[in-house]
């Protein structure tokens, strides 16, 4: 079946822009993560949604970012005033539910700030 | 504070040239422990989750067991398509999910 899709693949922008990075998860899974991948550093977790409860918004490094999850799917993170140190590869992942912990990533958006 | 850390950074085999990389942790209330696979420009692909001291799961050339310190990913006869970043990652429960902490990974070659 079908995977985690992410889109864009690649977003070139300039710093004080502000962008939207879109994650479809996989159909059915009721989990959705966030991760941020920076040159030399391990993956950094983001926010986590499930069902229509609150987010766990514990790992967002500033009040530049933000997300929504859109009627349990489709969920969209955006990054607000872009400044350089936010170039890195935005994952998504999904898990079937929340006692389910496999997480299934995405193929990433790599986000340059120029 | 909740800490993976991986060894080697980077890890060059010749074909068939077994070997083991280390994943150890630091974590309170771990839940599950993670192996992934991450090619160029890929995002992470699941290999193993181990939850308990002792477990070992396994697949094709890849074996991984778990002890309460510390995770092996023992990689047997390996072959050039076993190139990769090989990811270590603890799942910490958060608010009824499951967060990840990753280590930083190590990066496999192997050579014909």
């Known amino acids: 079946g079908a995977g985690v899709s992410q889109s864009p693949s690649n977003k070139v922008t300039e710093k004080g822009k502000d962008v939207e990075l879109r994650c479809d998860p996989i159909s059915g899974h009721t989990a959705l993560y966030w991760y941020r991948q920076s040159l030399g550093q391990g993956l950094e977790f983001l926010i986590y949604?499930?069902?229509?409860?609150?987010?766990?918004k514990s790992g967002l490094p500033s009040d530049r970012f933000s997300a929504e999850r859109t009627g349990g799917s489709v969920s969209t993170l955006t990054i607000q005033r872009t400044q350089q140190e936010d170039s890195a590869v935005y994952l998504c992942a999904s898990s079937a539910t929340t006692s389910t912990d496999t997480q299934y990533f995405g193929p990433g958006t790599r986000l340059t700030v120029l | 504070e909740d800490q993976v850390t991986q060894s080697p950074e980077a890890l060059r085999l010749q074909e068939g040239e077994s070997s083991s990389l280390n994943c150890s942790y630091t974590?309170?209330?771990?839940?599950?422990l993670f192996w992934y696979r991450q090619d160029p420009g890929k995002g992470p692909e699941f290999l193993f989750t181990l939850y308990s001291a002792g477990e070992e799961k396994e697949k094709e050339r890849l074996k991984a067991t778990l002890t309460k310190k510390e995770s092996f990913l023992h990689i047997t006869a390996p072959k050039p398509e076993d190139s990769a970043t090989y990811l270590c990652?603890?799942?910490?429960?958060?608010?009824?999910?499951?967060?990840?902490?990753f280590g930083t990974g190590t990066q496999l070659k192997v050579e014909l």
């Open positions: 974590v309170s209330g771990l839940r599950g």
């Open positions: 990652a603890v799942g910490i429960l958060t608010g009824g999910g499951n967060k990840l902490t």
């Open positions: 949604f499930q069902g229509n409860s609150a987010p766990d």
